[in-house]
């Protein structure tokens, strides 16, 4: 069958790829440690399960309004207005099926063939394939361990050109958990304000931060950028509900209203009683997320000290998110078994045939020398893991 000619401008999700041969190796009987996970391992908080049986009991089971129903998006206003002092109005929020489902429908209602976007690389793995999907051109701006994984204003500013659409701000990063303070997103602000593009900010952890660190909104430390910029987020990784698929966007209304379009022509309304489940997950007792961010630091804390005293291997530590990024350029050119490890790939087929251990790739995020792993596991799972990685890179020559 001949395919359209969209379906070979984009790969297959490699994070979700991995995370499936895992469940296939762990059902085999292998014994696999699996830093693979996009994903909270904690369970989604009993009062959200609960509110959506109470829907399903109640019978709301018909479609929604295409942009949520209104006392979930009403939620959604009052939260930005709460913890950033961001004032919208109803006709500038739409619920879709998850934040990746926000971040596509907006990028094809903003994105025109040709149009570039400024990425900060290592970034999350569907950005450039959204852009290409939409016709786009994804320009890449890298970052270094050296510079915390932080896009520079100097190197904003040289990747903004005449074509530039758009600028992706996903603060803190998946993969690198580099999250900017108030100062840094201040002096990008002051960049963006000279060029006009649009802002496309991923807020999607902005709940899981540590040692102190407080999440800034871009649009609250420069209100100019109001009619510039678009928030994305998620109930995914802040309440553990990866499966219901609930994520959001806040922006312009006439931007808002083009992506409900899009959705209207496509999926329709978020499952309904998943928007029930969202409700209460906003309106309801915010502690089970201080439970889980501080179940997570222990978890970052554990794995950046195992990895930084591993030879070979460096490790940025991240400010939020829940992945590490390490480092593994020195061990490229290293032979292992007879082969020669030539790419951040190799090294994570060596982890897996060798150590039983399942990271992913850089190359997919940007990077061809790190490898990324979720530390969204045990203590227990972490230092076992890290015990046969040290056992692996023992065998290197
Ligand atoms: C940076 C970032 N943005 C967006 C998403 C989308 O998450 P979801 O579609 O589950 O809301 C993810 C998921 O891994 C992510 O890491």
Redesign the pocket.
């Known amino acids: 069958m001949k395919l359209s000619d969209r379906t070979r401008l984009i790969k297959p999700s490699v994070?979700l790829a991995l995370a499936a041969k895992a469940q296939v190796m762990r059902a085999e009987g292998i014994d696999l440690v699996n830093f693979t996970a996009?994903?909270p391992d904690f369970d989604t908080p009993q009062r959200i399960k609960d509110a959506a049986v109470e829907a399903l009991k109640k019978g709301m089971t018909k479609y929604t309004d295409v942009r949520g129903i209104e006392p979930l998006r009403l939620a959604i206003l009052e939260k930005y207005r709460k913890d950033y002092g961001l004032k919208y109005e109803k006709t500038e929020v739409l619920v879709s099926c998850?934040?990746?489902?926000?971040?596509y429908n907006a990028i094809q209602a903003v994105i025109d063939q040709g149009e570039e976007v400024v990425i900060p690389a290592p970034y999350?793995v569907?950005y450039s394939d959204m852009v290409l999907l939409a016709g786009g051109t994804p320009r890449l701006a890298r970052t270094s361990e050296e510079s915390g994984y932080k896009i520079t204003p100097e190197q904003l500013k040289a990747a903004l050109t005449s074509k530039t659409r758009a600028f992706i701000l996903?603060s803190p990063?998946?993969p690198t958990g580099a999250a900017y303070g108030r100062d840094e997103l201040a002096a990008l602000a002051r960049v963006l304000e000279r060029h006009d593009c649009l802002i496309l900010s991923?807020d999607?952890?902005e709940k899981i931060v540590y040692d102190g660190f407080r999440f800034h909104s871009i649009l609250a430390i420069e209100p100019k950028l109001r009619e510039r910029t678009i928030i994305?987020n998620?109930?995914?990784?802040s309440y553990a509900m990866?499966g219901w698929?609930?994520?959001y966007v806040l922006g312009p209304a006439a931007m808002i209203s083009a992506a409900a379009n899009i959705q209207s022509q496509s999926t329709s309304n978020a499952t309904s009683i998943a928007q029930a489940a969202a409700l209460e997950a906003l309106t309801g007792p915010q502690d089970e997320i201080a439970v889980m961010v501080g179940e997570f630091h222990k978890r970052r804390d554990v794995i950046v000290k195992r990895l930084k005293g591993m030879p070979g291997i460096t490790c940025f530590k991240p400010q939020g998110?829940f992945y590490v990024f390490p480092n593994v350029r020195s061990l490229l050119g290293k032979t292992a078994n007879g082969k020669k490890l030539s790419s951040a790939s190799d090294v994570v087929d060596y982890f897996l045939t060798e150590a039983r251990v399942l990271a992913v790739p850089g190359e997919d995020f940007g990077s061809t020398e790190n490898i990324r792993i979720s530390y969204a596991t045990s203590i227990k799972e972490i230092e076992k893991g890290c015990d046969r990685i040290e056992a692996a890179l023992k065998k290197l020559e």
Not at 98 to 103: D, E, P, S, Y
Not at 234 to 237: I, V
């Open positions: 994070t996009g994903e998850g934040g990746k489902h926000a971040l999350w569907s996903n990063c998946n991923d999607i952890y994305f998620s109930l995914s990784k990866t698929r609930v994520g998110a």
